[in-house]
């Protein structure tokens, strides 16, 4: 088996990641540009800056990531009307997992923001371990091997959450640089196995999340 009729190409149990990714920043970026248009009222005196808070919890499930499989949930609390601290947790299909933490500053721009129910930004840390599968074919051969991986990142996000009663919808947009980027590949130096590995390291740092939930 030469190089030259050697290629690679990613079942779709591996491009899962891409796909998720890149399903999330198109579901809510039109969305978010709303939320990023939204001005900071620190001088207008007819927006609250200490408003009364009816709720400081929420629990929530991702579904863009049920959408492939997955699930993905978090749990926020609010401290002090305005400090949010989310956590989150996720299952990832043939074992999987991820989980991170977020600071979520809320501010209030319009009179109808109160407390958690409004927009927000902050850092995050987000830690995930991703299994696939990579199959390698040529003319007359096909080859498939585990892949694993491994990555930490931590940047800032932004988004927006809504209450109804006791309902809740959150989505945020954000990037995370890796400070951990760990890929354990087939025994193949092609240039298809580093072009896609220099995809998935760019399209890992996208953080997004469409979620519904409650709040109590």
Known sequence: MTSQNKSTVFDYRALLLLKQFIIAYLAIGSITSTGFCETIGNNNPMVSHSPSVKTTNAINLNTLGLA?????????????????LMMQGTFIYNSGYGAGVHYRHHYF???KHNGINSPFWGPFLYFEKRPGIATVTSDDSTEKYDFEITYLKAGLNAGRRWVWGA????????????LIADFKWPPNESEEVKTIETIIKVIAGIDGELSIGFVF
Do not use: V
């Open 68 to 84: 492939f499989g997955n699930i993905s949930a978090s749990y926020e609390h609010l401290f002090n009307g305005k400090h949010g």
């Open 167 to 178: 309902f809740t919808m959150a989505f945020r947009i954000g990037y995370g640089y890796p």
């Open 109 to 111: 721009s319009k009179l």
